[in-house]
T-cell receptor, first 113, second 112 residues
């Protein structure tokens, strides 16, 4: 049973390009969470999704960032027109529900040059 | 979100037990107590969680105070691979209140 799969592991983008980060949750998990960790800082919640629904996006920046979790396929975190400040590790986690722990992926390390 | 308070750092000798404390005096009746750890350059790893009763698993034990205002993560025999930042987090059980909010955690150093 594979864990949470994130790809790519490393992503380099030039300023102004788009970044697409993918997350496949564990089999049977219907809850997906995205977190961002800036260098030498803690993990910050970004968004919580269930299939086809955004449940909580209180941590998402108002512009350039969007997330989806379609009926089929992985969850996608999209960052448009990236800037240097977007350079960070982005982690995805999945869970069966509130009575269960989260399983995190290994993250995508985004570098904006 | 209800907050937790943990020491910034702790040290322990290899092969000895480690007790990591956490205070959560504003915990609500439906909040679960979760523990995660993050090794350098890795994603967080689930350790254990509980609601009211003490919990054991292959990684650790969780001792929860009777009033639930504090808890202790117990690593029974620390190894060098246990060196990590440990996070104690309260997680709501109500719909829409399920996200984990990470604090600064406790940086555990294991001394060989």
């Amino acid at each position: 049973n594979a864990g949470v799969m994130q790809n790519p592991r490393h992503l380099v983008r030039r300023r102004g390009q788009e970044a697409r980060l993918r997350c496949s949750p564990m089999k049977g998990h219907s809850h997906v969470y995205w977190y961002r960790q800036l260098p030498e800082e803690g993990l910050k919640f970004m968004v919580y999704l269930q299939k086809e629904n955004i449940i909580d996006e209180s941590g998402m920046p108002k512009e350039r960032f969007s997330a989806e979790f379609p009926k089929e396929g992985p969850s996608i975190l999209r960052i448009q027109q990236v800037v240097r400040g977007d350079s960070a590790a982005y982690f995805c986690a999945s869970s069966q529900g509130p009575n269960y722990g989260y399983t995190f992926g290994s993250g995508t390390r985004l570098t904006v040059v | 979100d209800a907050k937790t308070t943990q020491p910034n750092s702790m040290e322990s000798n290899e092969e000895e037990p480690v007790h990591l404390p956490c205070n959560h005096s504003t915990i609500s009746g439906t909040d679960y107590i979760h523990w995660y750890r993050q090794l350098p350059s890795q994603g967080p790893e689930y350790v254990i969680h509980g609601l009211t009763s003490n919990v054991n698993n292959r990684m650790a034990s969780l001792a929860i105070a009777e009033d639930r205002k504090s808890s202790t993560l117990i690593l029974h025999r620390a190894t060098l691979r246990d060196a990590a930042v440990y996070y104690c987090i309260l997680r709501g059980a109500n719909f829409g209140n399920e996200k984990l909010t990470f604090g600064t955690g406790t940086r555990l150093t294991i001394i060989p």
